[in-house]
């Protein structure tokens, strides 16, 4: 199915990091829609997932986790976000930059269910600029000045904020299908 021709979501989950003893959970999740290989700045979903107060979270761990654990702990339990975020998971094919984390954290959100297909963004940005100094997402918006398309399409937040996270893949997936021999990037898995 050629992303051009098709609704997906696009997905990011910020984590509290690996920390001895205590399982990585999820705390934030973003989700954007791309649209016929457009970003969709009127479909978001953002929410905060709680994470016990007392858990500790790992201190390299990107993200304002830190500045936010009240509101994290206050937060929806996991049940309640996934509620909120199935219509935007299911039945559609997804993306995500380095997919596995986002893969990890909807298979503990929903066991029983299938997602996908997947598109890493990730991968295809190793293909498409194997000499970058850097395939981090925040790294790949600057060096090739995306930075303007991502504040248009999502004006608040940064880098390691899930929404915003979300839209910087989405983004960088829209410009990736512009890119001759691109156009006809399909659905992967």
């Given amino acids: 199915m050629l992303i051009r021709e098709t ?13 001895p003893g205590f399982d990585t959970e999820p705390w934030q999740v973003g989700a954007v829609l791309l649209v016929n290989g457009r970003v969709d700045p009127a479909r978001m979903f953002e929410s905060m997932v709680r994470v016990d107060i007392n858990r500790p979270f790992n201190a390299y761990a990107p993200g304002k986790h830190h500045k ?15 509620k909120k975020l199935e219509g935007w998971v299911t039945g559609r094919p997804l993306a995500a930059h380095n997919a ?34 850097s395939h ?24 390691h904020d899930a929404l915003y996270d979300a839209v910087s893949c989405a983004v960088l997936l829209e410009y990736l299908l512009t890119r001759p021999g691109w156009e006809q990037l399909a659905t992967a898995d």
């Fill in 136 to 159: 981090t997402l925040e790294d790949l918006i600057a060096g090739l000045k995306l930075e303007a398309r991502v504040r248009e399409c999502c004006p608040r937040g940064e880098a």
């Fill in 7 to 19: 609704t997906l979501t696009v997905l990011d989950f910020e984590t509290t990091g690996s920390v």
């Fill in 68 to 82: 936010l654990r009240e509101e994290i702990a206050a937060a929806d339990e996991v049940s309640r976000v996934w």
């Fill in 100 to 133: 596995a984390t986002e893969k990890k954290f909807l298979r503990q959100m929903a066991p029983m269910h299938h997602f996908g297909p997947w598109t890493d963004t990730l991968a295809l940005a190793r293909k498409a600029w194997p000499a970058a100094p």
